[in-house]
């Protein structure tokens, strides 16, 4: 007989198996939150205030004005123009399996809504959708969304939560960062106002172009953003980083970004900028009607 065995001295605590889907860990403070209510209170931790990814759905909802959201372009599709192929796997397959998992429109969502009262073109990278790569699809969709804020005269909001440029796509994907930023450039000559939100994460050739280039930035709390990987640059410039570099409030402190606005307060603070835009434009070219209650974006809490 063996000298030692489990059973013996300490007995093994029962396993408590937590059914999946109703339970959830912080990732930050590690409290179990009950998925219902991470729901309610817009996926972010009752706990620590640690924002969880919010589905895309959920997000459009959370922004617009109720059945507000018309959605433009969801048929568009990429091609494989490089016949692109890693690990035995093709980019067509990697396409299709997205598909049936997120649904149409590839990993960006754009479409004509009001917020606060006021018309906007609203656009939404889609994380879900092969980590929100930004490939030729993408691209095309972003210039459609500024093209019709440039024809109608209306803001336009850009969310953007991306791993960056789509590598499947090669040159073509990093061609999306100069059409994104010269469709952008034609809103700022005709003075249309652009905001961009930054979600976790928003790196790479997303960072890079479109996505910092708004007339107001807005992030979410502790969201990362930059280009490279924190490893990548203390590899090339042979220093430590400072502590929290890359996060929405390092970049706050060092002018990158011009609010962080926390999740439930992301619709009204968006509200009151588009009222201050509004407010300042011509009277005959208003769009909507505008309260007492205007004030500064930069005020907001
Ligand atoms: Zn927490």
Redesign the pocket.
Known sequence: MAWWSRTQGLAEQPKKSVPKGIWTK?E??S?TLYEEDLDVNLRV?T????HFRMPTEGRIEMIVDPGSFQEHDRDLESADPLGFKVDGKRYVDQIKGALRKVGPGDAYRAGTATVGGLPVEAGFFVFEFMGGSMGSVVGEKICRQFERALAHKRPAILFSASGGARMQEGVLSLMQMAKTSAARSRLREARVPYIAVLLHPTTGGVAASVAMLGDVIIAEPDALIGFAGPRVIEQTIRQQLPPGFQRSEFLLEHGMVDLVVPRKDLKKTLERTLHWFERGREPERRTGTVGDDVVDPSAAE
Do not use: D, E, L, N
Not at 47 to 50: A, G, I, L, T
């Open positions: 912080c930050r403070c409290q931790c706990s620590c205030q640690h």
